[in-house]
C-alpha cells in the first residue's frame, strides 16, 4: 500500500503538571509555532498528572493543538478537545477498548492517531485500528529526556508498510531527524530538545532547518 502523503513537521511538546508551568510553556511555544503537541496524563496509562481537562479551556485561541491523551478514557476529554478546536487527537493502543475510543473521536470530527508504547508488540495494531496516523512511542511516555529505544527504527520501518502517516514521540534529537525521516516518519513531536533549552527560540529553528535538510 503506497503511504499517505504528510507534510513533514516540528510538534514542540508541552509536559507539565502546574498550570501556571503549563500555561507559560504554552506561551512561549505560540511565538514560535501553532503546532504545539500538549501531554496530558491522569495518572492511570502513566505514573503522574498533568491539567485536567477543564483547564484546557483557558488556552490561546488559534493554536493548533495535538492532544495526546495518555488517559485511561479519552472520552471526557472530547468536549473541551472540540471547544478549543484541536486539530488533533492521540489515543493509546494499550487503553481498554481503544479501538471503540478512537472510533468515537473519529465521529467526532477529530483526526485521530493510535500511539503505541515501546514494549507493546507491533502485532496489536490490527487491521481494524482505523486510524488518521500511528504516533510511535520512542521512549516509556511519561517524562521528558530519555533516551530513545534502540529497536525504534526497526518497529518504523515496519510500520511504514500501513500507509499511514507516522510520528515519534520521544527522545527525538536533532542528530536522530534524518534516519527518522529516511524510516519513514513526518511528524516529530520534541518537548525537552525545545521547552529546556536555553534558548527554546533557537533550538526550534535548528530543528527545522535540520528537518529541511532530512
Not at 500500500?1 to 504528510?6: E, F, G, P
Not at 487503553?95 to 483526526?111: D, K, S, V
Not at 510511535?136 to 511516555?141: E, K, L, Q, R, Y
Amino acid at each position: 500500500m503506497a503511504s499517505r502523503r504528510a507534510r513533514k513537521g516540528i510538534w514542540p511538546a508541552v509536559l507539565e503538571h502546574r498550570p501556571v508551568e503549563f500555561f507559560r510553556t504554552v506561551r512561549l511555544l505560540r511565538r514560535l509555532t501553532r503546532d504545539i503537541h500538549l501531554d496530558l496524563m491522569d495518572g492511570t496509562l502513566v505514573p503522574g498528572r498533568t491539567v485536567p481537562p477543564a483547564t484546557l479551556v483557558r488556552l490561546p485561541p488559534g493554536g493548533q493543538y495535538q492532544l495526546h491523551l495518555m488517559v485511561r478514557d479519552p472520552l471526557p476529554w472530547l468536549a473541551v478537545a472540540e471547544r478549543i478546536r484541536a486539530r488533533s487527537l492521540i489515543i493509546h493502543l494499550e487503553i481498554p477498548r481503544a479501538l471503540e475510543r478512537i472510533r468515537q473521536a473519529r465521529r467526532h470530527g477529530f483526526q485521530t492517531w493510535v500511539a503505541i508504547n515501546p514494549d507493546t508488540p507491533l502485532s496489536r495494531l490490527t487491521r481494524r485500528i482505523a486510524a488518521d496516523g500511528i504516533m510511535v512511542m520512542g521512549v516509556a511516555p511519561g517524562a521528558q529526556g530519555q533516551a530513545q529505544t534502540p529497536h525504534l527504527l526497526q518497529r518504523l520501518r515496519a510500520l511504514r508498510r500501513r500507509g499511514l502517516p507516522l510520528g515519534v514521540d520521544g527522545g527525538v534529537r536533532l542528530e536522530r531527524l534524518a534516519a527518522l525521516a529516511a524510516a519513514g516518519v513526518s511528524t516529530f513531536v520534541v518537548g525537552a530538545g525545545i521547552t529546556l533549552a536555553g534558548d527554546p527560540a533557537r533550538a526550534y529553528a535548528a530543528f527545522q532547518r535540520r528537518l529541511r535538510d532530512a
